[in-house]
């Protein structure tokens, strides 16, 4: 039995068609169908390990909750991790293929199509529905030729598609004709209908419009999709969604750098999501706050390139007053590295070879390598005496005096390091703060209090809310007709 399959292909990027598809899955699960996500080619460095060894964009991983199943590297075949405006590590499948200039990347790029459609073909196998998101604006004529991921995989795989509109950001007419004028007529032809998506307000209102896609387009509009609260609570799709989440709150400060190329800044959600704790991202060209208690750096994809941008900033010198003043700091994954003495690079893996001085602030040194470390984690703390879960995902190997006074014992296995005085301290271990009871002991430490929530327990709650919104906002079972 192969799946139905449906498309929802998108006019630009941040239209919501991450969490359309989440809730879409939710939506169908919950009705007894075996559902399944797939994005083609993701580009996000946030990323999540999958149950058989690979790695996902995080949005796909999500996608994968809310349909009630693991992830695996067959929901996103293809992942762009930028470590520069120009240069991306590609993961393929789930393992690293190359490192790759963005020229040379759509020069390749044709050649992946095939992997692409076969992992979509194996998730399809034994499922009742497949949800396919595009990637971006699903019309870039200058991109049509490379094309794997919205029209071109469409036509390769025969699917039929959806298009998402954002009434949010202004345009959502010109954006959907704009779309029309410039697909084919083979291409129109595969477009089932038009879900408008974030909309406020009254629906009479928008009805104008309605009649005006219909009428210059042909086609049917399924839906007008409000604009989502419970979206607020699931992780961001990568680090251009902070400019929605910033808030300035009261408790204890936790300050954030907002470091180039910053991975799974998620990492940091069940912090902000604690009323106790006001957690700041830090954007280039301003100071560490003084009032913070703690300063967390989180992932990179580029560990070097990363150091250099926080001495650019006059960071190192700030979080050097910072820990003379008695403040903390916590490093994750790069942010661990970073921390150290001096990173190397020999081979070139993350950017041009060399070597970076650390921040000296443990006692540990990195050598950047070509094997990557993929695995998820759960274990007892026995320093702290909790459950503590998550998962390791990073390039480099960390040696050095420092790690004899780990900050984690996992099951009597050493992880991370600290200070002799307590301070500073760093882990590989990527989610560590979703685990409520020992998030809410480390805040405890730090003079604060922590609600112990499940972070987890919060997105799934958060997953039946979208899945209500667009089941009331929706024909489902129309929806599922126009798939095939």
């Given at each position: 039995?192969?799946?139905?399959?449906?498309?929802?292909?998108?006019?630009?990027?941040?239209?919501?068609?991450?969490?359309?598809?989440?809730?879409?899955?939710?939506?169908?699960?919950?009705?007894?169908?075996?559902?399944?996500?797939?994005?083609?080619?993701?580009?996000?460095?946030?990323?999540?390990?999958?149950?058989?060894?690979?790695?996902?964009?995080?949005?796909?991983?999500?996608?994968?909750?809310?349909?009630?199943?693991?992830?695996?590297?067959?929901?996103?075949?293809?992942?762009?991790?930028?470590?520069?405006?120009?240069?991306?590590?590609?993961?393929?499948?789930?393992?690293?293929?190359?490192?790759?200039?963005?020229?040379?990347?759509?020069?390749?790029?044709?050649?992946?199509?095939?992997?692409?459609?076969?992992?979509?073909?194996?998730?399809?196998?034994?499922?009742?529905?497949?949800?396919?998101?595009?990637?971006?604006?699903?019309?870039?004529?200058?991109?049509?030729?490379?094309?794997?991921?919205?029209?071109?995989?469409?036509?390769?795989?025969?699917?039929?598609?959806?298009?998402?509109?954002?009434?949010?950001?202004?345009?959502?007419?010109?954006?959907?004709?704009?779309?029309?004028?410039?697909?084919?007529?083979?291409?129109?032809?595969?477009?089932?209908?038009?879900?408008?998506?974030?909309?406020?307000?009254?629906?009479?209102?928008?009805?104008?419009?309605?009649?005006?896609?219909?009428?210059?387009?042909?086609?049917?509009?399924?839906?007008?999709?409000?604009?989502?609260?419970?979206?607020?609570?699931?992780?961001?799709?990568?680090?251009?969604?902070?400019?929605?989440?910033?808030?300035?709150?009261?408790?204890?400060?936790?300050?954030?750098?907002?470091?180039?190329?910053?991975?799974?800044?998620?990492?940091?959600?069940?912090l902000a999501a604690e009323p106790g704790v006001d957690l700041r991202w830090?954007?280039?060209?301003?100071?560490?706050?003084?009032?913070?208690?703690?300063?967390?750096?989180?992932?990179?994809?580029?560990?070097?390139?990363?150091?250099?941008?926080?001495?650019?900033?006059?960071?190192?010198?700030?979080?050097?007053?910072?820990?003379?003043?008695?403040?903390?700091?916590?490093?994750?994954?790069?942010?661990?590295?970073?921390?150290?003495?001096?990173?190397?690079?020999?081979?070139?893996?993350?950017?041009?070879?060399?070597?970076?001085?650390?921040?000296?602030?443990?006692?540990?040194?990195?050598?950047?390598?070509?094997?990557?470390?993929?695995?998820?984690?759960?274990?007892?703390?026995?320093?702290?005496?909790?459950?503590v879960s998550g998962y390791e995902m990073h390039m480099g190997v960390t040696?050095?005096?420092?790690?004899?006074?780990?900050?984690?014992?996992?099951?009597?296995?050493?992880?991370?390091?600290?200070?002799?005085?307590?301070?500073?301290?760093?882990?590989?271990?990527?989610?560590?703060?979703?685990?409520?009871?020992?998030?809410?002991?480390?805040?405890?430490?730090?003079?604060?209090?922590?609600?112990?929530?499940?972070?987890?327990?919060?997105?799934?709650?958060?997953?039946?809310?979208?899945?209500?919104?667009?089941?009331?906002?929706?024909?489902?079972?129309?929806?599922?007709?126009?798939?095939?």
């Amino acid at each position: 039995m192969r799946a139905r399959r449906l498309m929802v292909l998108g006019t630009g990027s941040d239209v919501g068609k991450s969490l359309a598809v989440a809730g879409l899955c939710r939506a169908y699960a919950r009705r007894g169908l075996k559902v399944a996500p797939f994005k083609a080619q993701n580009m996000s460095n946030n990323a999540a390990v999958t149950a058989d060894g690979g790695e996902i964009g995080r949005a796909q991983a999500l996608q994968a909750r809310a349909a009630g199943l693991a992830p695996v590297t067959d929901m996103n075949p293809v992942l762009l991790k930028p470590d520069s405006d120009v240069t991306a590590q590609v993961v393929v499948q789930g393992r690293v293929h190359a490192r790759l200039s963005a020229a040379d990347y759509q020069r390749r790029k044709p050649a992946l199509l095939p992997r692409v459609v076969e992992s979509l073909d194996r998730l399809s196998e034994g499922r009742d529905l497949v949800l396919i998101e595009g990637a971006g604006s699903g019309a870039e004529r200058y991109l049509r030729p490379q094309d794997i991921s919205n029209m071109g995989l469409a036509c390769a795989a025969d699917l039929p598609a959806v298009l998402l509109a954002d009434e949010s950001r202004g345009g959502v007419t010109a954006a959907v004709l704009g779309h029309h004028l410039l697909w084919t007529e083979a291409e129109r032809a595969r477009i089932a209908g038009v879900i408008v998506n974030k909309f406020r307000g009254d629906p009479a209102i928008f009805a104008p419009a309605a009649a005006e896609i219909r009428a210059g387009t042909g086609w049917p509009m399924l839906g007008l999709v409000r604009w989502s609260e419970a979206a607020r609570a699931l992780p961001a799709e990568d680090s251009l969604a902070l400019d929605q989440s910033r808030r300035r709150g009261r408790g204890l400060v936790i300050a954030v750098p907002e470091i180039p190329w910053m991975a799974n800044a998620c990492d940091l959600d069940p912090l902000a999501a604690e009323p106790g704790v006001d957690l700041r991202w830090v954007r280039p060209g301003h100071p560490l706050p003084a009032e913070a208690a703690v300063v967390v750096l989180p992932g990179a994809k580029s560990t070097r390139a990363a150091l250099e941008a926080l001495r650019a900033e006059g960071w190192d010198i700030d979080l050097r007053a910072h820990v003379r003043r008695g403040g903390r700091v916590v490093g994750l994954c790069a942010g661990f590295q970073m921390l150290g003495r001096r990173v190397r690079d020999p081979d070139g893996i993350e950017g041009p070879p060399g070597e970076t001085e650390g921040l000296g602030l443990l006692d540990i040194d990195t050598v950047i390598g070509p094997s990557k470390r993929l695995c998820e984690i759960a274990a007892t703390d026995a320093i702290s005496g909790t459950q503590v879960s998550g998962y390791e995902m990073h390039m480099g190997v960390t040696t050095g005096a420092g790690l004899h006074r780990p900050w984690l014992s996992l099951d009597g296995r050493p992880e991370g390091a600290h200070s002799a005085d307590g301070q500073v301290a760093g882990t590989y271990l990527h989610g560590v703060f979703g685990s409520g009871a020992f998030r809410a002991q480390w805040l405890r430490t730090l003079g604060a209090s922590g609600s112990a929530g499940n972070h987890f327990v919060r997105i799934e709650t958060a997953l039946d809310r979208l899945a209500d919104e667009i089941e009331a906002d929706l024909d489902l079972d129309a929806l599922l007709e126009s798939a095939r």
